[in-house]
């Protein structure tokens, strides 16, 4: 059984900043890229941020220079680190993963999301 546990969501001030968590727990033998994404209300899902395993990243046109994803593999942990908070960034932030187990090819898995409100 593999979940992945989001934290670090909540209400902040416009210009505000917040960290997200997320980490991955379970039978792992590997975990490949990671992502973040967004879903804001009557809006699609869309990717925000994603981090290749060596650490190679790439980010949404809306959030570069403004968002930092990173990750500690010994801790299976992804990170995303938003300055600069506006209205627009109001959203549910999903957890994404590509994660093997042991005779398993590798699947997806997401997490359950945590509310991320800007707003005076």
């Known amino acids: 059984q593999v ?12 210009g505000g900043s917040l960290t997200l968590t997320c980490a991955a727990s379970g039978a792992i033998f590997a975990i490949n ?5 967004r879903q804001a209300p009557g809006q699609q899902r869309e990717l925000v941020a994603a981090i290749t395993r060596p650490g190679r990243t790439n980010y949404a046109d ?3 220079g403004r968002f ?3 990750r500690d593999n010994a801790k299976s ?8 908070l506006n ?11 590509e994660i093997k187990q042991i005779l398993n090819d ?14 005076l």
């Open 87 to 97: 209205p627009e960034d109001t959203a549910v932030y999903y957890c994404n993963a």
């Open 77 to 84: 942990t992804v990170y995303l680190r938003m300055n600069s």
């Open 33 to 37: 890229a990671m992502r973040w994404y």
């Open 106 to 119: 590798y699947k997806q898995y997401w997490g359950q999301g945590t509310q991320v409100t800007v707003s």
């Open 62 to 64: 809306s959030v570069k």
């Open 3 to 14: 979940q992945l546990v989001e934290s670090g969501g909540g209400l902040v001030q416009p």
């Open 68 to 70: 930092t994803i990173s």
